[in-house]
């Protein structure tokens, strides 16, 4: 029962309220393709972007908020 409830509190996620974090992310997405992962990944360092939040953008791009 409790994995069940663990798993629709994190299904039931709150839109972004962080547009600063949020436009960071998908620049460095969207620069993947031409600059790199490691570029991607140095600017969003370079940004103040958590390491969480770009290990999770970048590597498992499945896992991105959508909000």
Do not use: C, H, K, W
Request: charge should be positive; proline fraction near 4%.
């Amino acid at each position: 029962m409790e994995e069940v409830q663990t798993r629709q509190a994190a299904n039931a996620r709150v839109a972004r309220t962080d547009l600063r974090t949020r436009d960071l992310v998908n620049q460095a997405v969207a620069s993947v393709p031409t600059l790199g992962l490691q570029r991607a990944a140095e600017f969003l360092a370079a940004m103040n972007v958590p390491a969480e939040i770009a290990v999770r953008t970048l590597v498992y791009p499945q896992r991105r908020r959508r909000g």
